[in-house]
């Protein structure tokens, strides 16, 4: 187990309403990457955070956002939600030292219908 | 052309097999490699650093060619339980925004057939 968890694991929403995704990261990490995964396709990146700062973001439109805590849990809010926004959510802790090897939480299944 | 590209398979190969899977990036400059696996529906889980001499874990072995831009997941003696997606993952170093930018390939399905 990497020691990463996400909540909830399964989420359905309806079209036009917000959400909300959390992940811990593993001990000793103090880096959170945020990834989208649709069906049939590799995780694209959404954003980054460290050290409690948004650090990097991917190309996706500002109804996300996110945030990340002193003890280095994070968030991802999607507002407005769109059916195409139906996906596997999955979070990433890692260090910036080293090769940076990430270690995914399992992940939060959304459907928005 | 995609920052990493990866044959997206399937591989069908019967048990005790031998299959290799390739996948290449564009940026010279890369700095880290990796090779994950990701079982259906399942987060991926980091199956092997590539490291520029090369690289072996068990059956598994991944090699870097970095004149060719490209990396390689050997699997000997296939098993059942190999049957997953490999996704094969590209640390591009420093992004101008301060991060790693980090890309992942669309994967690689392998299924093993006994």
């Known amino acids: 187990e990497t020691g990463v968890t996400q909540s909830p694991t399964h989420l359905i929403k309806t079209r036009g309403q917000q959400v909300t995704l959390r992940c811990s990261s593993q001990?000793?990490?103090?880096?959170v990457s945020w990834y989208q995964q649709a069906l049939g396709q590799g995780p694209q990146f959404i954003f980054q955070y460290y050290r409690e700062e948004e650090n990097g973001r991917g190309n996706f439109p500002p109804r996300f956002s996110g945030l990340q805590f002193p003890n280095y849990s994070s968030e991802l809010n999607v507002n407005a939600l769109e059916l195409d926004d139906s996906a596997l959510y999955l979070c990433?802790?890692?260090?910036?030292?080293?090769?940076?090897?990430?270690?995914f939480g399992p992940g939060t299944r959304l459907t928005v219908t | 052309r995609k920052e990493v590209e990866q044959d997206p398979g399937p591989f069908n190969v019967p048990e005790g097999a031998t299959v290799a899977f390739n996948c290449t990036y564009s940026?010279?400059?890369?700095?880290?490699f990796f090779w994950y696996r990701q079982d259906c529906r399942k987060e991926p889980k980091l199956l092997m650093s590539v490291y520029s001499s090369g690289n072996e874990d068990g059956r598994f072995t991944a090699q870097l060619n970095r004149a060719s831009q490209y990396i390689s997941l050997l699997i000997r003696d296939s098993k059942l339980s190999d049957s997953a997606t490999y996704l094969c993952v590209v640390n591009f170093g420093w992004h101008s925004g301060g991060y790693q930018k980090v890309t992942f390939g669309t994967g690689t399905k392998l299924q093993v057939i006994p």
């Open positions: 940026n010279s400059a890369s700095q880290s």
């Open positions: 990433a802790s890692s260090s910036q030292q080293g090769a940076y090897e990430q270690y």
């Open positions: 001990s000793g990490h103090n880096t």
